[in-house]
C-alpha cells in the first residue's frame, strides 16, 4: 500500500481537501481515539476544526501533511512550528490520524517521517509529542523516539473514562536546508532580538540591516514583508529563485550569487588585528564606501564581531566581520580590503580568526560571494570553503 500512498505538504485547503481531512478525523473519533473529541463527533464540527487548521496553515503556524491514495486522504499530521520566542528550534508533532481502513500498511510510518523532514527544513531540531494510542507509542518508538514519562487520567477518551497520556521527544539532526533560507532562520532563531516580524515575513531593524526573509517565497509573504517596510525602503532578500512580487513591491536588482560553506578547512586563532567596535564605524562605514562588499548600517556591526588590521599611520585597510547567524551556522560578511593594501595577504588571517571563533561556538561558517568573483573564492576556497548552491539575491523597492 505505501508504494500507491504520497505525502505532500498543504500550504492552504481546497474544499476537497477539507471534507477528506474532515472523513479521516470523524473516523478515528468514532474508532476511539483520543484526539481532543468527544463523541458524537459530527462532520460539521469536524469542518470547523479543520477550517481553523487551514487558517493556522495560511498563516505559517503550522505544517500540515496529508497522506493520499487513489481514493484520496487517508491520513494526515501536523507540526506546530509557531513557538515561544525562546523555543525556535522546537516543533510539536499534533494531530497524527489514519483511517481505520488504511491502518497497518505503513501509511503513520510514511507520514511521520515527512513529519521529521519538514521539521528539519523549518529548521527545527527538537520534536514533542504526547500519544494516548498504545499503536501510536509503538510507532513513535520504533521511529526513534524517546519515551518521557506517563501522565495518568490525562484527557477523556471520546466514550468518555480516563485515559493517561505518555510523553515522547526526538532530537533531530541539524540539516543544512536552513542554508536555503538563512535570512528567515537567523531571524526567527539566534538574531530574533534584531528582527521584526509580521505574520510570514521578518526584516532585520533598518539600522541593523536591510536583509529580510520570509517563511515561505508566497505572496501572502510578501505582503506582510510590506507591512515592515517604510514607501521607497529598499530590502535584500536571499531566495531559491526569482520571487512572484506582489503590486506593492518593485524590484530593483536581482540574479545568482553563490553561497560557500566552510568544510573542514582549518581555522586558526591569529594575531596583528583590533577588534572593531563603536568608535571605528566611521572609518569601517568609509572602507565599505570605498570596497562596497554589501550594505552597512550604524548598527550592523552589533550582528557579531568585526575584525580589522590598521596601517601604521592608523588608517584602516582590511575588515571581516560576521554578519546572519543560525543556530548551527554563522555567516562571514564584509569582508574588504583598501585597494592600496591588496596583495598583503591581510583578508585570510582575519577570516581564519572569524572561522576559528564560529567553530569554537560549535557553528559552521558559511558566505555570499558574486559568482564571478574569481579572486575572492580562491582566497575562500584556499581556507576550506566550497560552494554549496547557488542563491536568489534580491533588491526589492517598497511601492
Ligand atoms: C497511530 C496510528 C497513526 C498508526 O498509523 P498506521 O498507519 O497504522 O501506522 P503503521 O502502518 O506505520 O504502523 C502500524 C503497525 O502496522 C505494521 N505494518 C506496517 N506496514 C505493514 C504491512 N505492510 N503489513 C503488515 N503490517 C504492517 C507496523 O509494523 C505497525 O505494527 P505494530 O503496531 O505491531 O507496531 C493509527 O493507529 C491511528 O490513526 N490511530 C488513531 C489516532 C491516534 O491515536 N493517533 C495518535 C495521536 S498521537
Known amino acids: 500500500m505505501p508504494d500507491q500512498i504520497k505525502v505532500r505538504r498543504l500550504f492552504s485547503l481546497t474544499d476537497a481537501e477539507l471534507q477528506g481531512l474532515s472523513a479521516v478525523l470523524c473516523d478515528c473519533v468514532e474508532g476511539g481515539a483520543s484526539v481532543s473529541f468527544m463523541q458524537p463527533f459530527s462532520a460539521d464540527q ?5 477550517r481553523n487548521v487551514g487558517e493556522s496553515v495560511a498563516r505559517g503556524e503550522r505544517a500540515l501533511l496529508v497522506a493520499e491514495g487513489a481514493a484520496g486522504i487517508v491520513g494526515t499530521v501536523q507540526v506546530v512550528l509557531g513557538q515561544p520566542d525562546n523555543q525556535p528550534h522546537r516543533g510539536d508533532v499534533s494531530k497524527m490520524l489514519v483511517s481505520r481502513s488504511a491502518r497497518r500498511h505503513g501509511v503513520g510510518a510514511l507520514l511521520m517521517e515527512a513529519a521529521e523532514t519538514t521539521a528539519r527544513a523549518c529548521g527545527k531540531t527538537l520534536l514533542v509529542l504526547d500519544t494516548a494510542s498504545a499503536d501510536a507509542e509503538r510507532l513513535y518508538e520504533r521511529m526513534g523516539w524517546t519515551r518521557l514519562g506517563v501522565i495518568p487520567g490525562y484527557a477523556l477518551l471520546p466514550q468518555g473514562g480516563l485515559c493517561d497520556t505518555t510523553y515522547y521527544y ?3 539532526p541539524p540539516t543544512d536546508a536552513v ?22 515575513a521578518a526584516r532585520f531593524r533598518p539600522d541593523i540591516s536591510p536583509l529580510a526573509g520570509l517563511r515561505e517565497p508566497t505572496v501572502q509573504a510578501l505582503e506582510d514583508l510590506r507591512t515592515l517596510a517604510r514607501p521607497g525602503e ?7 529563485g526569482p520571487l512572484d512580487l506582489p503590486p506593492c513591491w518593485r524590484e530593483v536588482r536581482a540574479r545568482f550569487i553563490d553561497q560557500m560553506v566552510s568544510t573542514g578547512g582549518r581555522p586558526r586563532r591569529v594575531s596583528g588585528f583590533v577588534e572593531l567596535g563603536e568608535n571605528d564605524v566611521a572609518d569601517m562605514a568609509a572602507l565599505v564606501e570605498l570596497t562596497k562588499p554589501g550594505p552597512f548600517e550604524a548598527h550592523t556591526r552589533d550582528m557579531g564581531a568585526y575584525l580589522g ?10 575588515m571581516s566581520g560576521q554578519r546572519m547567524n543560525l543556530m548551527h551556522y554563522r555567516e562571514i560578511s564584509a569582508v574588504c580590503s583598501h585597494p592600496d593594501a591588496r596583495g598583503r595577504g591581510l ?7 572569524l572561522m576559528g571563533r564560529i567553530v569554537a561556538e560549535g557553528k559552521t561558517p558559511f558566505l555570499h560571494v558574486k559568482t564571478e568573483n574569481d579572486s ?18 534580491s533588491i526589492i523597492e517598497a511601492v
Open 46 to 50: 469536524s469542518q470547523a476544526f479543520w
Open 170 to 172: 526526538r532530537i533531530l
Open 179 to 200: 542554508l536555503d533560507n538563512p535570512v528567515w532562520h537567523a531571524l526567527i532563531s539566534a538574531q530574533r532580538g534584531m528582527a521584526q516580524l509580521h505574520g510570514l
Open 234 to 240: 529598499q530590502l535584500w532578500l536571499l531566495s531559491d
Open 309 to 318: 588590521v590598521r596601517d601604521p599611520d592608523g588608517r584602516l585597510v582590511a
Open 347 to 353: 583578508t585570510a588571517p582575519l577570516m581564519e580568526e
Open 376 to 393: 575572492a573564492k580562491a582566497v575562500y576556497r584556499k581556507l576550506g570553503f566550497t560552494v554549496r548552491r547557488a542563491i536568489y539575491f
